[in-house]
């Protein structure tokens, strides 16, 4: 090679070298970091419909399914999955290379020929190729064998789809759940919290007449302390349910993706009566639970990718097939054809995958059984979520019904008080301490109507059925959410038996006997896999007749249980209770 090609090639091999090794870890800037900050506090808010008007319940409930941050990060997942499953479905295409090139050089590529019999040179040096020369070629190439692996591998991406979808489901039913606590503990902060601040104030004022009337000598020493104490009880239990309200509107605005501190009005709405559940045997709630809970859901989609995994081993053993058609261009003017056609065929065996064969399989294997212990851990898990729902929903009802008694015996008490009440000032502290009472009752009848406003969505959601209606919840508006959302729930509450679908060894009535259930209701027990998936064809169920009058506070006859697995948590012992 000549100098002044030489060293300029060099040079430039020395630089990319050296440029390479100095790379180094560039920290982003504070401008960048800024930048980057501003972008995201701007961006998290900005697609939500604009609060123009009170919000209720079903309104909190809709913005959340499309705003919460937290289902949206599902839902891209979701979104990933379905690309990764569009890009797998080119994996089997054969494939078109189009390849070009030049090459030079500075002396001709010429050579001579030497006999092997006697060493002579038998030909003068000659070349049959040009000092500079352009290629070029278009192959397509089909290896049958990667076909047969890229649809293994298309198929289990297209479960994995399915399963991402279940998760996104667990999302959205906890979602729910989480929002219909906070809107009634916001509730309940809204209406109790200016009322619990002025009688705390109230009993300050009571505790300084206390003290006065103790230091004047018109009551005992014991008196006097003994109520100061009561007032100090009262006072510090008014405060601890204070801390805990004073969150909820905090947490049900971080709920519907609303900057901590907006302001908004929830819908004035008050405390109804329990809400009613289906009925049924403990068999068929937990096949139903089992058929249609996400995390089940999603276990057999793995073992579904896990089995296909077994032919994908299978395949990738078996000896490649490779055909291939090109078109080739050549610019050497010595060839006397510069341009053509190839074809052909070539059969290749990678002998090692045969050995590794027994290897991948014991490892299938080994996936499969964990994937079934795992599945019968979760059984387990789900039989006993949708006891303990049932449970947790008879103990948040009974505590409801003994909250709202404890609060009627001390409304009548207190107006018994002021019926009586004396004009010297012990019998103005006396009132004020059973109006503390009376509020700080109030407030925990609300709060325990929140829990088991909680628990009730709990027990649908130990159920695997959607907390939600099917339909497209990116494509619908919050009111229309909120309007279907309505008419799902108020079924609920009114239907008397859950419909096991076609399948289960307890099939539930048919439709026209006592106690079934009306056709809307069947889709209750439908597992949805996307809501993009479902929005042409489900509709939400029709509301009943009452519905508008109904509200918040609707509630159906409680469902008396077969007793089976629920016996413990029957709502008909409740109610004897």
């Not at 169920?541 to 629920?566: C, I, M, Q, R, S």
Request: with cysteine.
């Amino acid at each position: 090679m000549s100098n002044r090609l030489f060293f300029p090639l060099a040079l430039a091999a020395w630089a990319l070298t050296a440029g390479g090794c100095a790379l180094k870890p560039e920290p982003m800037t504070d401008d960048q970091t800024s930048s980057f900050a501003a972008d995201k506090l701007g961006r998290v808010v900005a697609d939500n419909e604009p609060v123009s008007r009170p919000i209720d319940l079903y309104e909190a409930i809709a913005r959340a399914l499309k705003y919460n941050l937290d289902q949206r990060v599902e839902l891209m997942q979701q979104a990933l999955r379905e690309r990764e499953l569009e890009l797998s479905t080119y994996q089997g295409l054969p494939s078109l290379v189009l390849n070009s090139g030049y090459t030079g050089r500075d002396r001709v590529n010429a050579s001579s020929s030497e006999s092997v019999l006697t060493g002579a040179q038998s030909l003068v040096p000659s070349t049959s190729q040009d000092r500079n020369m352009g290629v070029a070629d278009a192959t397509l190439s089909w290896n049958i064998l990667d076909f047969g692996l890229s649809y293994v591998r298309a198929r289990q991406a297209a479960d994995q789809v399915l399963a991402q979808a279940e998760m996104r489901r667990k999302v959205l039913n906890r979602v729910v759940e989480d929002v219909r606590t906070a809107y009634w503990r916001a509730i309940t902060s809204e209406r109790m919290m200016a009322r619990l601040r002025t009688l705390e104030h109230r009993a300050q004022n009571a505790m300084a007449n206390s003290r006065e009337l103790f230091e004047a000598k018109q009551t005992s020493p014991v008196e006097a302390l003994t109520y100061q104490r009561e007032l100090v009880e009262i006072k510090r239990e008014a405060q601890r349910i204070e801390g805990e309200l004073a969150l909820a509107r905090g947490q049900l605005a971080s709920l519907m993706n609303l900057p901590p501190g907006s302001k908004f009005r929830l819908v004035a709405q008050n405390v109804g009566a329990a809400p009613g559940l289906p009925s049924g045997s403990g068999r068929q709630l937990v096949m139903i639970a089992l058929q249609n809970r996400p995390e089940m859901r999603e276990i057999a989609y793995k073992v579904r990718v896990n089995e296909r995994e077994t032919d994908a081993a299978l395949l990738e053993m078996l000896p490649g097939f490779n055909v291939f058609l090109g078109a080739n261009v050549d610019s050497n003017s010595y060839l006397y054809n510069q341009h053509w056609v190839g074809w052909g065929a070539k059969a290749s065996w990678n002998l090692l995958k045969v050995f590794q064969h027994p290897a991948k399989q014991q490892v299938v294997d080994a996936q499969a059984k964990l994937l079934d212990e795992r599945a019968l851990a979760i059984t387990m898990a789900v039989m006993t979520q949708v006891h303990a729902s049932r449970v947790r929903y008879t103990h948040a009802r009974r505590e409801f019904a003994t909250s709202a008694q404890y609060l009627d015996v001390q409304r009548r008490l207190l107006g018994q008080i002021r019926a009586s009440q004396q004009t010297d000032r012990l019998g103005e502290q006396t009132l004020i301490r059973e109006e503390m009472n009376t509020l700080v009752a109030e407030v925990k009848r609300d709060i325990a109507f929140a829990s088991l406003q909680n628990a009730y969505a709990n027990v649908y959601a130990s159920l695997g059925l959607d907390a939600y209606p099917p339909v497209s919840i990116d494509e619908t508006s919050v009111a229309g959410l909120a309007s279907a959302l309505r008419k799902t729930w108020v079924a609920r509450g009114s239907f008397k038996q859950i419909r096991v679908r076609p399948g289960l060894d307890a099939v539930a009535k048919a439709e026209g006997e006592p106690g079934a259930a009306p056709a809307a209701v069947a889709s209750l027990a439908r597992p949805a896999t996307s809501d993009a998936a479902t929005s042409d064809a489900a509709k939400p169920e029709a509301a009943t007749p009452d519905a508008a009058k109904l509200g918040l506070a609707a509630a159906a006859p409680t469902a008396v249980w077969d007793g089976d697995l629920f016996a413990a948590a029957s709502p008909a012992s409740a109610s004897r209770d």
